[in-house]
């Protein structure tokens, strides 16, 4: 988790000119259709334990913060294998597996399966802070810049039919804990009616796993609720 947050952070600056001046620029691809989940549920990621891995909060794991608490449950929903969650600092709702554990802290929104091999984060994301124009600027740039910074990751983004972006992360090294190497998928949304505003949701899985994580990357997209 704490590489992937290294990855991702937002708020500090990650497109510093230095580091842009050093990286090659990924342009996007072209507007491509929306993520799939294939046919994969919320039951396929998590344990039918009626909610009651949010009653836990695991504050050795998921977030470096001094302070981490965990997030709020605003239902949960058994028939489908998820559990409703917000994230109150960031004003984000999630649909979550059950059996996964959220918690939060002054920026960020934090989840991670039982496991904790899938792990989550959900930041907003002044692109001008960033020093980015828009969300489409800061897709075509990070990859480069993470590429420039971590030597053997591969990266690529490309836009999605709605307007937001996707960027694909491989050959991520393993964080603390991990046995193998890790993929990371960045989903970046734009404020309607303001570019200059965002939401980052990142996601990282073991390699093995990448394209069920584009699966479930497909099915968070899809419930994702945020409050602009």
């Known amino acids: 988790m704490a590489d992937e947050a290294r990855q991702n952070e937002s708020g500090r600056r990650l497109f510093l000119a230095g580091a842009l001046a050093a990286c090659c620029v990924a342009r996007p691809a072209l507007a491509d259709a929306d993520l799939d ?35 709020r449950v605003l239902a949960i929903d058994n028939d489908n294998g998820l559990a409703r969650i917000r994230f109150d600092t ?13 918690t939060e802290d002054w920026e960020r929104g ?11 984060i959900l930041w907003r994301v002044d692109f001008a802070f960033e020093g980015v124009n828009d969300a489409e600027h800061y897709a075509a740039t990070k990859g480069g810049t993470i590429k420039a910074r971590r030597p053997g ?10 307007g937001s ?7 991520v090294p393993p964080s603390q804990g991990d046995t193998e190497r890790r993929v990371v998928f960045d989903l970046v949304l734009s ?5 200059k505003e965002g ?18 990357m497909a099915l968070l997209k899809s419930k994702l609720r945020i409050d602009w």
């Open 165 to 171: 972006f996707l960027i694909v992360y491989e050959n």
């Open 110 to 120: 934090v989840a991670f399966s039982g496991d904790k091999r899938y792990r989550l």
């Open 191 to 195: 404020k309607p009616g303001n570019p």
């Open 37 to 71: 989940p294939g046919g994969l549920t919320f039951r396929n990621f998590g344990i039918s334990d009626n909610g009651s891995s949010f009653s836990r909060f695991d504050s050795t794991f998921g977030n470096n913060a001094a302070n981490p608490t965990p997030s």
């Open 153 to 162: 990751v591969q990266a690529q983004a490309r836009k999605l039919g709605d």
């Open 199 to 216: 939401v980052l949701m990142t996601l990282g899985v073991p390699a093995a796993d990448a394209d069920r994580g584009l699966r479930l």
């Open 90 to 102: 960031i004003r984000t709702e999630v649909s979550l597996p059950l059996g996964w554990q959220a």
